[in-house]
């Protein structure tokens, strides 16, 4: 096993790569993935002459799931990104929602409906417009054009999520978070910890509408103490040296998920080729 992770002074958490990383899907992955099933049944849906569930372009739709779960990664260890700190507070950018609202399947009509979701289990073929409906609608067929993913094995993330709040357990964690605290404290803020920061303020509370000047001034100062202290450095060598521990504990599964998921990861890539990434 590798020794002790050295402590990086990241200025973005951009910079932090885990160990973990290496055995689980890419955020590019992760988009392609998630956007072709909805992409895949609005081609279906075209072909019978319906209007797609969304009008987002399928390519512009992967690479805003891509840019928003990376600015969701600068969040890992609190507020570390000051630019958007001082436009948002402690609330998240709009452009993180996407351009349009995903529409609800009970705005959608019951014969466009059909089409989607197919004859109910048990029922006699569909037809719409004189063409027989694929079993299980266009939702059915994007399924299956996608196929099943392996033994549904998610080892590599599991592991990234328990490591993750072990993580704030541990001494060199505690200390560096006890620093944070007496950093944002001296600037007039009681919170004990990066994750519980900004309680109180409309963001955190689930309120709508522009922060306030107090709130963005709380959020910089919370991203300020950050790197004040190295709190990303400093968690991301404990979470780190945890990630490895796991890694080689539980190498030959790890290895065997790699694979599949490097497997998968071409058989997307194909599908996305062919059907208009």
Not at 243 to 265: D, F, G, T, W, Y
Request: aromatic share 8%; net charge neutral; glycine share 10%.
């Amino acid at each position: 096993m590798p020794g002790p992770v050295a402590t990086p002074t990241p200025t973005s958490m951009a910079q932090l790569q885990f160990p973990l990383d290496a055995y689980a899907p890419s955020l590019v992955q992760n988009a392609q993935e998630g956007r072709l099933a909805s992409h895949l049944a609005n081609l279906c849906l075209r072909r019978y002459g319906l209007p797609p569930l969304s009008s987002v372009n399928f390519s512009e739709s992967i690479e805003q799931s891509v840019r928003t779960q990376r600015y969701n990664q600068t969040r890992r260890y609190g507020l570390t990104d000051r630019k958007t700190a001082e436009q948002y507070g402690y609330g998240t950018p709009k452009w993180t929602e996407g351009d349009t609202k995903p529409q609800s399947l009970d705005d959608v009509p019951s014969d466009i409906l059909l089409v989607l979701r197919g004859s109910p289990r048990g029922a006699s073929e569909a037809h719409f417009r004189g063409k027989p409906v694929p079993p299980g609608g266009c939702s059915g067929e994007a399924k299956k054009i996608i196929g099943f993913d392996g033994d549904g094995s998610h080892l590599a993330e599991e592991l990234q999520a328990t490591t993750f709040q072990r993580m704030q357990n541990e001494p060199r964690a505690q200390a560096a978070l006890a620093q944070w605290s007496q950093c944002i404290k001296r600037k007039g803020y009681n919170y004990t910890d990066p994750w519980n920061a900004g309680n109180g303020f409309g963001a955190e509370d689930g309120e709508s509408g522009p922060p306030t000047t107090a709130e963005i001034k709380s959020a910089v100062a919370s991203v300020d103490c950050s790197y004040a202290v190295n709190l990303p450095g400093a968690l991301f060598a404990v979470e780190a040296d945890l990630q490895n521990v796991e890694i080689e504990k539980n190498a030959e599964a790890l290895e065997k998920e790699k694979k599949r998921v490097e497997s998968r990861a071409r058989h997307i890539q194909s599908l996305v080729r062919k059907y208009g990434g």
